[in-house]
């Protein structure tokens, strides 16, 4: 008996080692598959990883990054915003236009703000009438891209101000300020995540809404939170690329939110919400980022590079789905264990079980 | 202990008159029900009594037609789960609301979550002493769990249930409602339930408790209510009443 349970408890400790290295394993692949590759275009050509190449690619990085965190959180949170890539465009638009006349540090805040209002927008439609932000955010993503090519005249704008330049090109100790943003958001969310109770309970609310709330946790603010934190990241990445180019293209960011959702998914945020770390997201943005570029680097066609994107999803999909089948699976041998450890196959099989054999009869004689 | 703390006129928990109708239905009809600090109550009845309806009425979750909800010498007109949960009344659901993903520790803290430092909005948890709080919430319903650290979907279901009960406990501090917790459980387990839900009212809450099982019922009882097409039809200690008295005021075969 107390053998059984020793046993059960040894196996709870094995559980957690491995569930650890779930983790883990997932980003030290990330991690090989990002050198390996990286070598691999360096010998096909050897400018890839010149810093002046790294820093063209970390610029890329960093607006898709910015994004992939807004947007994991969001996911982790149990939602999902497929408005980003028109969010991306909008905020940039709004930024680029705003600059031509206002001072360029109006432009960018408003440029960021219209993002994080479009968010709070879906968040709200998504809370008031209850349907699957799939619906709203698809939605929502056609209608603010037809609004920015409304406010555009489907042209691109210049003419901006020169010093609204000043925050896509600036670089800070050598390494361009877009970089480091995304490096800073990606820090303090890794933190808010896991050690805050806004992380908590954005934790909590992703894996089992229900409960949640039934432990008081409030799901509307919860919920706005989400998106309004998610729009606010893309369209802080929509106002650096603009800044960075000096100017805005209508046709910004088409299929974004794809490309973002792809490296969230692939850095182990689960679809269904409730699980996922930064630190795989991070990774998996920077390996889909040289994936893109290496391409281009290796003088093969730019375009195959959606089909390794396209590519990625589908996989990424299919491998958490195949970690969740063998999570089911572990559980049904746990049960089975715990079933044999409390007796119940000795039971079945005619043999005496001493514990709790006086109550068990006990019992039987009082019904 | 604690309950010698409490003035023995004042209950813990009162209900009166409450009614509650389903379209025509009557599912409720003037319910009144007082439950005292350390003493645990049994809320029986046959299928379609009216327990569920009076419980979801008690924690706030459905609004009575009618009736008098009152909390030490506080009578609420506007009652809901958010002001039930003010009040210091938890409940254990049937089917637990635990998030799976979260650990033990995290699903007994959440919602009330120790801080440690607070910067503007952003609150950073004291991660030690919410590992404390929940080994202390276990050991209060004589409970372990082998590593509070894992996710609970990685435990058992005695394991999960303890762990459920634990959460309402450190977050109650009046009553807790647990809404048939041996259901689905085997005798070892119910045992162990049924110890941990005479642990709780020890602590000097009360506890207000559904049941199907009158053996149960029986063992764990300091006073039975009993319900029948939406009256109440026995409120006595359990040393008053018989089991198969109970049986016949529960059918109606007086």
Redesign the interface.
């Known amino acids: 008996m107390s053998e059984a349970k020793t046993q059960?408890?040894a196996l709870?400790?094995q559980?957690?080692r491995r569930?650890l290295s779930e983790a883990a394993i997932r980003n030290i692949t990330l991690l090989a598959l990002i050198i390996g590759f990286s070598v691999m275009v360096q010998t096909v050509n050897d400018n890839f990883l010149s810093v002046a190449n790294l820093r063209v690619i970390g610029l890329n990085i960093s607006f898709v990054g910015i994004a992939a965190v807004g947007a994991a959180m969001v996911m982790i949170g149990g939602q999902i915003d497929l408005s980003i890539g028109s969010i991306f465009a909008l905020s940039a638009v709004i930024s680029a236009l705003l600059a031509v006349s206002l001072p360029p540090l109006l432009a960018i805040l408003l440029g960021v703000s219209a993002g994080g209002l479009v968010g709070l927008l879906n968040g709200l439609i998504v809370w008031r009438i209850n349907i699957s932000p799939i619906i709203v955010t698809l939605g929502s993503l056609t209608f603010f891209r037809g609004m920015v090519l409304i406010l555009t005249g489907d042209s691109s704008v210049t003419g901006v101000d020169p010093n609204f330049t000043g925050l896509g090109r600036a670089v800070v100790f050598g390494i361009p300020l877009p970089v480091l943003l995304f490096v800073i958001i990606a820090a303090a969310a890794t933190l808010?995540l896991a050690?805050?109770?806004?992380g908590?309970?954005i934790?909590?609310f992703g894996?089992?809404r229900?409960?949640?709330e039934?432990?008081?946790?409030n799901g509307r603010r919860i919920t706005l939170g989400l998106f309004a934190l998610g729009g606010l990241m893309a369209g802080l990445a929509g106002v650096l690329a603009a800044s960075r180019l000096g100017g805005a293209s209508p046709n910004f960011a088409i299929g974004f939110e794809l490309e973002v959702i792809t490296a969230v998914v692939l850095g182990g945020v689960a679809i269904t919400g409730?699980?996922g770390r930064m630190t795989g997201v991070v990774l998996s943005v920077i390996l889909l980022g040289l994936v893109t570029s290496g391409i281009t680097a290796m003088g093969l066609d730019p375009n195959i590079g959606r089909l390794v994107v396209g590519g990625a999803l589908v996989a990424a999909v299919a491998i958490n789905q195949i970690g969740q089948e063998r999570h089911a699976r572990r559980?049904r041998r746990?049960a089975m264990e715990?079933f044999a450890a409390?007796g119940g196959a000795a039971e079945r099989l005619g043999l005496a079980v001493k514990a709790?054999q006086d109550?068990?009869e006990g019992?039987r004689d009082?019904? | 202990m604690s309950i010698a703390l409490q003035p023995a006129t004042e209950p813990a928990f009162c209900c009166s008159g409450v009614t509650r109708f389903f379209g025509a239905v009557r599912a409720l009809h003037d319910v009144s029900l007082s439950i005292n600090r350390g003493e645990v109550v049994c809320l029986v009845g046959d299928n379609g009594a009216g327990k569920s309806t009076l419980v979801k009425v008690i924690s706030g979750t459905l609004a009575p037609d009618d009736g008098e909800i009152v909390i030490g010498d506080r009578s609420y007109a506007r009652y809901d789960?958010?002001e039930a949960?003010r009040q210091g009344i938890q409940?254990v659901?049937q089917h637990l609301?635990?998030?799976?993903?979260?650990s033990a520790a995290?699903n007994i803290v959440?919602?009330?979550?120790p801080?440690q430092l607070k910067i503007g909005?952003?609150?950073?948890?004291d991660?030690a002493r919410a590992r404390n709080i929940a080994t202390e919430s276990l050991a209060a319903v004589s409970a372990t769990i082998?590593?509070i650290?894992?996710?609970v979907?990685?435990?058992?279901g005695g394991q999960r249930q303890a762990i459920a009960i634990a959460?309402a406990v450190n977050?109650a501090d009046r009553m807790v409602i647990f809404d048939e917790p041996t259901a689905a459980l085997?005798?070892?387990q119910t045992?162990a339930t049924l110890e941990a839900i005479r642990k709780v009212a020890d602590t000097g809450l009360a506890a207000l408790v559904i049941m199907h099982n009158l053996?149960d019922v029986f063992e764990i009882a300091d006073r039975i209510v009993a319900l029948r097409l939406g009256f109440v039809v026995a409120d006595v200690p359990r040393s008053q009443i018989s089991r198969a008295e109970l049986a016949a005021r529960m059918s109606g075969h007086e």
Not at chain 2, 97 to 102: E, T
Not at chain 2, 121 to 125: G, K, S
């Open positions: 059960v408890h709870h400790g559980k957690r569930a808010l050690k805050t109770q806004i908590l309970h934790r909590a894996d089992d229900h409960a949640a039934l432990a008081g946790l409730g699980e559980q746990q715990e409390e709790r109550d068990a019992t009082g019904s | 789960m958010r949960q409940t659901h609301a635990l998030c799976d993903k979260l995290e959440l919602g009330r979550e801080a909005p952003v609150t950073f948890v991660r082998p590593d650290d894992v996710p979907e990685k435990l058992s959460r977050a085997g005798i070892k045992q053996e």
